[in-house]
Structure formats: C-alpha cells, structure tokens
C-alpha cells in the first residue's frame, strides 16, 4: 500500500520569498514520486518527478525537490516566489512510473497564495 | 510533450440526463487511461481504470452502471454519467499513460453541473 500526506493545506508567502511545500510518503517498494501543480478549474502540469536517479530534482518554473528516504520526504520548494505561483501543489507517489497500470496516490494538496 | 485533449471543459446538464465527456491521445497511442473525479477543494480520487480493448477496472465505492467508461481505441476513452443527478456535479479529469516517455499526461479536466 502507498499514501502520500501534505502536511500544510495551505501556505501563503510574500512575492520573491521562499517556498516550501512538504510532502510525507509511505510505500512499500521503491516509489516513484511526483509534483503536479493545478490552477483554477484546469487539468494538472507536471513539475518535475523522482524515479531513482538523482535525489535532488530540477523541475519547471525553478521548482526542486529533494527525496529523503530516511526521512520518506519529498519537499518541494522555490527560491522565490511570483505571482503566477499562486495554484494548487499535489504530491503524488506511483510504485514506479514504468509500468503502464500502476496508479497513482494523490496527496491531499496544497493551496499557496502570494501577496504582493 | 504528450497532450492530452478532453472535452467538453464544461457542461450543464439537467437531472436524470447522461452526459459523456471525451478524452483524446493526440500525438500518442494510450493503451491505459486513468478517470479522476475533484471536489471542490480536494484531491484528485481514482474512478476507474480504462485499458483499451477490455472492461474498465472501478475503484471501491464507484457504480459501473452509473459511470460508463469505453476505451475502444488507442487514442481515445469515454467517460458517461448516466442518469445524472447534482451529486454527480465535480470536476472530472482524465490521465493517460505515455508509453514512450513514461510518464502520465492529464486531460484539462471537465466540469459538470447537474441542475
């Protein structure tokens, strides 16, 4: 069994500071790990995933993660933040990305907001 | 990248009407496609899996009857809400498998008003 927990339902930062998005996993195999990020009433953009390579992730927009397995983490975060930030931050978590059928876990998600 | 075309974005509909919303692999073939259904402010929830050529695999608690899936091609799957009624109304969004590039693509989502 898999589940992913996002600890924080909500995180509002200033324009141009930090972000962090936390995410707790649990899995029985080697998971695969991803973040999507959805804006209002649209599908979901992958912002960058883990699949046993690297531990630390470069994904779109200057998004990064960093997989810890002692810790089962996989934060997200973001020197600094814009406007156009402001969406929807889901963490998800796959037994492994290649194989057609396996099915993803959705993490509750979590909702930032920045202010001017 | 992989696109994945769904339609329609939105839909009204009156109660004990269906409803069937499309979701298209444009420039790759989906041998498994995944249907998602959102309520507002919540997480994405797993309605079914949709393998082309068999019968959709439901999730626990999901009526087949009610939410009929078809996936009868490479690039293409169906969802139908059947008889719907308000407590259908939600944000239905659906995800494709890109073989080729290993990863999951999703649909732009599509959400339906039952009135």
């Known amino acids: 069994a898999q589940s992913v927990t996002q600890l924080d339902s909500h995180v509002s930062v200033s324009e141009g500071t930090p972000v962090l998005l936390r995410c707790n996993y649990s899995?029985?195999?080697?998971?695969?790990l991803f973040w999507y990020v959805q804006h209002p009433n649209k599908g979901l953009q992958l912002l960058l995933k883990y699949t046993s390579a690297a531990t630390l992730v470069k994904g779109i927009n200057g998004f990064e993660a960093e997989f810890k397995k002692s810790e089962t983490s996989f934060h997200l975060t973001k020197p600094s933040a814009h406007m156009s930030d402001a969406a929807e931050y889901f963490c998800v978590v796959s037994l492994t990305e290649r194989t057609a059928g396996n099915k993803l876990t959705f993490g509750g998600g979590t909702r930032v907001l920045v202010k001017p | 990248g992989a696109v994945v075309s769904q339609h329609p974005s939105r839909v009204i509909c009156k109660s004990g009407t269906s409803v069937k919303i499309e979701c298209r692999s444009l420039?790759?073939?989906?041998?498994?496609m995944f249907w998602y259904r959102q309520f507002p402010k919540q997480s994405l929830m797993l309605m079914a899996t949709?393998?082309?050529?068999?019968?959709?695999?439901?999730e626990q608690g999901v009526e087949k009857d009610k939410f009929l899936i078809n996936h009868a091609s490479l690039t293409l799957s169906t969802l139908t809400v059947t008889s719907a009624h308000p407590e259908d109304s939600s944000f239905y969004i659906c995800?494709?498998?890109?073989?080729?590039?290993?990863?999951?693509?999703f649909g732009s989502g599509t959400r339906l008003t039952v009135v």
């Open positions: 995800s494709a498998w890109d073989t080729a590039n290993y990863g999951y693509t």
């Open positions: 949709s393998n082309e050529g068999s019968k959709a695999t439901y």
């Open positions: 420039d790759f073939q989906a041998t498994t």
């Open positions: 899995s029985s195999y080697s998971p695969s």
